[in-house]
């Protein structure tokens, strides 16, 4: 159903139904990113998107909308979408999705709070890191001041999202204090997940030529194992939070919830320093 040749998804999506809600990035032009290189974005057309939900399985439980930003799809059409999920798969009992801080910004917390209650459930949204000058550098396209306030928003519409950060993102001789600005950002809002994922330079990206010219120097494995210890001590959520390193990226995949799993993780950490 979508021109574009590539589908994206978070791992623990694998067995939700996945619906293209839109094709590409409308955004791609994160430093770091390459996933939808060469791709041009557009919104799938409701009626296609109706098409794809009358081949779904009546009883499917979890759908994820494919692309890299399905809310900039807008209210209205996001309300619409919902109503037709619910339509065709009346078992449905969650819709997730990616997110970024720039297409929740489009959103009130009224408009977000009735998408909720229509079944959006899970959003995967990348923040990446909490420090300003970084940000800028890879390009991200938002502040930590927007990330902060969208977040905010997002707890007052009740909808639960999951914090994607990047380790090693600083680059050299900058881990623990991009650890200590990152967990200084999540600490004013709520989130059901962090998810961290291990800076990875791809070919073709604006990173890779940062990389080659000497602008970026990567950091080494210590210094990001480093980086996620300092990020696991200064996180001290007041309501249980999954601090989750399984993506295939990772140099070390552990999970747990904090506070209570806190020490435990720490400790499987500090094993990797060397």
């Not at 809002?189 to 602008?215: A, Y």
Request: proline fraction near 4%; glycine fraction near 6%; charge should be neutral.
């Amino acid at each position: 159903m979508s021109e574009s040749q590539t589908i994206h998804y978070p791992q623990d999506e694998v067995h939700s139904f996945l619906l293209p809600v839109t094709n590409a990035c409308s955004y791609n032009a994160c430093a770091f990113c390459s996933m939808y290189a060469g791709e041009k974005f557009s919104p799938v057309a409701l009626s296609k998107i109706e098409a794809e939900l009358k081949h779904g399985d009546i009883y499917t439980e979890r759908v994820f909308l494919t692309g890299a930003d399905p809310l900039q799809f807008g209210f209205e059409k996001m309300n619409l979408l919902l109503d037709l999920v619910h339509q065709h798969l009346p078992y449905c009992a969650c819709v997730a999705s990616y997110a970024s801080i720039r297409s929740i910004s489009k959103y009130s917390t009224e408009e977000l709070s009735i998408l909720h209650q229509k079944g959006l459930w899970d959003l995967y949204i990348g923040f990446e890191t909490g420090s300003d000058e970084v940000l800028k550098l890879m390009n991200k396209g938002h502040r930590v001041a927007d990330a902060i306030s969208q977040a905010k928003k997002l707890n007052e519409a009740d909808l639960s999202f999951n914090t994607i950060i990047i380790y090693g993102i600083a680059g050299q001789g900058r881990s623990e204090e991009n650890a200590m600005a990152t967990a200084e950002m999540i600490m004013q809002f709520r989130t059901r997940r962090i998810i961290t994922m291990n800076l990875t330079v791809f070919p073709g990206t604006k990173l890779k030529q940062m990389v080659k010219s000497g602008e970026f120097i990567a950091a080494s494995n210590r210094e990001r194992m480093i980086e996620v210890k300092t990020l696991l001590e200064y996180l001290n959520p007041t309501t249980p939070t999954v601090f989750d390193t399984t993506h295939p990226t990772n140099i070390l995949k552990i999970k747990g919830s904090l506070p209570q799993d806190k020490e435990k993780l720490l400790a499987e950490v500090k094993k990797r320093i060397i």
